[in-house]
């Protein structure tokens, strides 16, 4: 028995070096002089890159969802609040190189007549102090929704549709022009980050790097939480909540815990992908983002970290290569996927994996 | 003896849509107490566990375990004053083994914290053991909880609570589905931790109860309808009537 455990806790530990290992490759191949038969293009580094954030915010859901079984149909909500938290940050370092030119108002307040910057604008010309926010927010939205719920013990399904309507009304209420956030055009040209100008190679590169970081650190973290003992009882609690209860364990803590560091790492990946992809806006909170971003987990292997992260890169290489040329299939065709994750392989890739390892 | 408070019920009523669960209920139990409860299917015996663990709160009533009110407070709190409850249908961890399921009743701290920086103690690690030979399962400690036999289960559930180290110890339908064999093993272990702490055991198994061979308490539609040693209490008319057969 233990032979066969630690057989499978080495072919984890290899799958996650391979992936790491893979991952390191497209800033390295990019880098190699132009017309070298093995350099890959700007366009996968910074895809890869987009995915590596993606992979963030599946494993923050296979914490919530896969281990302590809070479905959260809404973890776009906390990606897109860090990357609006991100984005406050690059809007005010364009400066002065708007459109109009104003030395402290974006574009889009000089154009609605804003005559100074909201309070809740202020402190973002920090770095610092906008990664603090992209972390905080998320994470006390979760926190107060988590709080509410859980505390009226409210689970399964119930909680999931919570969830997407939190991230619902979130969208609605940013497309508002006068939430001061850019309403349906976001934020967008933006110029610099640490006093690198985006368009550069080295700022790509930086970026994608910073986003490889953080998904090791989120892994290395998330890994230590489930291994602890606070790991097996976010199991227990999936899998009989009220026995947990009656073993004088206070549920609704370990819950709120899990949700609430589940959020920030979610706003951290939304932090991370804004500079990557130049643009953020409320199409980010759209319920259909959060649901996709389950089938990850889902297709991945939910409940084992590296079945999340797994997840994400291959239905969104999956996506990228079929929006390529039948964009028009690639709703039917995830929904499609999670109806077969859900009927023949209810764990996964990981579990796909492990069948043929033993 | 281990020093311990006494559970006290008096007048218990509780209702669900009109119809009384319990009615103007009242049972004490002394520290270090074997009791068997029993009664017919809707005599209130699952509800009166429920209002003693802080599942159901009664419309009228008092509830107390030593000093404390039990009606004001919740699961949690309650498990914390040393009140164990084993459910009719064997509930632990299916995905966890046997070693795990014991190590998460651990008395230990049971906050967040704690439990992120939870080490196995070498103490720790004897204690379970212990309780792995008392119910018998050090065989199957790496086991899955959800691959053992519905006996083992309910023996696994009752090492829980013993982890727990609970004052009471509520025990629900403990041998509903055991064989004989299994049935007598479940008894003595019963009796084994009595006298440590108390024990209150709800049964339909009159055999059962005649094993354990302390106390009984006849529930009737939601009240005591006899109380005493089991030989008195079958000989009691009222009991006849409702019990064994009109």
Redo the contacts between chains.
């Keep these: 028995m233990p032979g066969i455990s630690s057989l499978r806790f080495n072919l984890r530990l290899l799958l996650v070096a391979l992936i790491f290992v893979l991952l390191l490759l497209p800033p390295l191949l990019n880098a190699l002089p132009a017309g070298h038969p093995l350099r890959v293009s700007d366009f996968v580094v910074a895809v890869t890159g987009k995915w590596i954030c993606y992979a963030i915010l599946a494993l923050s859901i296979d914490l919530a969802w896969g281990y302590a079984g809070i479905l959260s149909l809404g973890h776009g909500a906390f990606f897109a609040l860090g990357g609006y938290a991100m984005g406050m940050h690059l809007m005010r370092n364009i400066g002065d190189r708007g459109v109009y030119g104003h030395p402290i108002l974006p574009d889009f307040m000089v154009f609605l007549g804003y005559k100074e910057l909201p309070w809740y604008w202020l402190g973002f010309e920090y770095f610092p102090f906008a990664m603090l926010m992209a972390l905080l927010v998320p994470g006390a939205l979760a926190g107060l929704v988590g709080w509410l719920a859980f505390r009226s013990r409210i689970t399964g399904v119930y909680l999931s549709i919570i969830t997407q309507a939190m991230t619902y009304a979130l969208m609605l209420a940013f497309f508002r022009n006068d939430m001061g956030f850019g309403g349906n055009n976001g934020f967008t040209d933006f110029k610099d980050l640490l006093g690198v100008p985006l368009n550069t190679p080295s700022a790509r590169t930086g970026l994608y790097l910073a986003a490889f970081g953080a998904l090791l650190i989120t892994l290395l973290i998330s890994a230590h939480v489930v291994q602890s003992k606070f790991g097996r009882l976010l199991i227990a609690i999936r899998d009989a909540e009220s026995r947990v209860r009656f073993l004088g364990y206070d549920v609704t803590a370990f819950k709120l815990f899990v949700f609430v560091l589940s959020a920030m790492m979610a706003g951290l990946a939304g932090a991370l992908y804004v500079p990557l992809v130049g643009i953020i806006n409320p199409g980010e909170f759209s319920p259909g983002n959060s649901i996709e971003a389950v089938v990850w987990v889902a297709f991945g292997g939910r409940g084992t970290l590296i079945g999340a992260i797994l997840g994400a890169f291959s239905v969104n290489a999956l996506k990228t290569w079929l929006t390529s040329f039948a964009p028009d299939l690639w709703l039917l065709v995830l929904g499609a996927l999670f109806i077969v994750v859900t009927l023949f392989l209810p764990r996964g890739l990981i579990g796909l994996i492990k069948r043929r390892g033993a | 003896m281990k020093k311990g408070a006494s559970l006290y019920l008096d007048g218990i009523t509780v209702t669900f849509d009109g119809f009384r669960a319990l009615n103007n209920l009242s049972l004490i139990v002394e520290p270090g107490e074997l009791r068997a409860v029993i009664g017919p299917n809707g005599a209130g015996k699952t509800t009166m566990m429920d209002v003693i ?1 802080g ?1 159901t709160k009664p419309d009228s009533g008092t509830a107390r375990f030593g000093d404390h009110d039990l009606t004001r407070l ?3 709190r309650i ?2 004053l040393g009140i ?2 084993k ?1 009719q249908k064997p ?6 083994t046997v070693f ?1 399921n014991l ?3 651990l008395k230990a701290p ?3 914290l704690a ?4 080490r196995l103690s070498g103490e720790a690690r004897e204690r379970i053991d212990e309780v792995l030979t008392e119910i018998g399962l050090t065989e199957r400690a ?2 899955r909880a959800g691959i053992l036999s519905h006996g083992q289960r309910q023996w696994l559930e009752i090492g ?1 609570l013993l982890m ?1 180290d609970p004052e009471l110890l509520l025990v629900d339908e403990p041998v509903a589905g055991m064989t004989d064999q299994e049935t007598e093993h479940t008894a003595a272990l019963l009796r084994r931790i009595a006298g440590k702490r108390s024990v209150v055991v709800v049964e339909h198994d009159l055999e059962f109860v005649r094993a354990l061979g302390r106390k009984v308490t006849v529930l009737h539609e939601g009240s005591v309808l006899s109380e005493g040693p089991i030989e008195q209490v079958q000989e009691d008319p009222r009991v006849i009537d409702v019990y064994l057969g009109r």
């Design positions: 663990t599942k919740d699961e949690t498990a914390n164990g409850r459910f509930t632990m961890f299916d995905a966890l795990e190590e998460l009743a049971r906050g967040t439990a992120l920086h939870w790496k086991d829980m727990q």
